[in-house]
Antibody, heavy 121, light 111 residues
Framework: EVQLLESGGGFVQPGGSLRLSCAAS????????VTWVRQAPGKGLEWVSAISGRGDTTYYADSVKGRFTISRDNSKNTLYLQMNSLRAEDTAVYYC??????????????WGQGTLVTVSS | QSALTQPPSASGSPGQSVTISCTGT?????????VSWYQHHPGKAPKLMIY???KRPSGVPDRFSGSKSGNTASLTVSGLQAEDEADYYCISYAGSNKLGVFGTGTKVTVL
């Protein structure tokens, strides 16, 4: 059974940092691109970042480029999102997702349940 | 990165059909056959309903179908059921620099 489990969310002050993790199981992790999507309170879904199966290609939304870094450790079946210089507008539930096809990085057939990040003073 | 445009709401009675549009530009929806649709119940994980414009993942009922014409993609839900009531989002590939752009979302209500 495919499972994705996010962790690392929490409360942080503006300008601070957090690292989200997404532990994957039930599939060959290194074969699939994975993505982060978020939903701010009362807002719609926003695509944040994605990474290829081998980790050699990364993508970022303009809103997080230069502040967030996506990475993966295929030996640990884990995806990461390092979030620096956090702003109030980064407050959201963050979801990680697995591509339905190896290269389909934002078409995700499995998702975690999400982890809440709150940025506030 | 401008969001794709969706109607804020759509509704239908049980058994009826509802179609949701997703309008982008010649740089995203119109340029690639890479549009996906998600069903989302607030507080829960999104569910992939359609990918690559019209393909259904395993387990998604054939009541859900997707299409595209020019810069506009569409999701049609036929034979509406109560459990179809949710928010629906499209997302399109927008090139190697931007990758994914979501739509504004449509709340589907089953009357």
């Amino acid at each position: 059974e495919v499972q994705l489990l996010e962790s690392g969310g929490g409360f942080v002050q503006p300008g601070g940092s957090l690292r989200l993790s997404c532990a994957a199981s039930g599939f060959t992790f290194s074969n699939y691109g994975v993505t982060w999507v978020r939903q701010a309170p009362g807002k719609g879904l926003e695509w944040v970042s994605a990474i290829s199966g081998r980790g050699d290609t990364t993508y970022y939304a303009d809103s997080v480029k230069g502040r967030f870094t996506i990475s993966r450790d295929n030996s640990k079946n884990t995806l990461y999102l390092q979030m620096n210089s956090l702003r109030a507008e980064d407050t959201a539930v963050y979801y990680c997702g697995k591509g339905v096809l190896p290269a389909a990085m934002f078409s995700c057939d499995y998702w975690g349940q999400g982890t809440l990040v709150t940025v506030s003073s | 990165q401008s969001a794709l445009t969706q109607p804020p709401s759509a509704s239908g009675s049980p058994g009826q059909s509802v179609t949701i549009s997703c309008t982008g530009t010649s740089s995203d929806v119109g340029a690639y056959n890479s549009v996906s649709w998600y069903q989302h119940h607030p507080g829960k994980a999104p569910k992939l309903m359609i990918y690559e414009v019209s393909k259904r993942p395993s387990g998604v009922p054939d009541r859900f179908s997707g299409s595209k014409s020019g810069n506009t993609a569409s999701l049609t839900v036929s034979g509406l059921q109560a459990e179809d009531e949710a928010d629906y989002y499209c997302i399109s590939y927008a090139g190697s620099n931007k990758l994914g752009v979501f739509g504004t979302g449509t709340k589907v209500t089953v009357l």
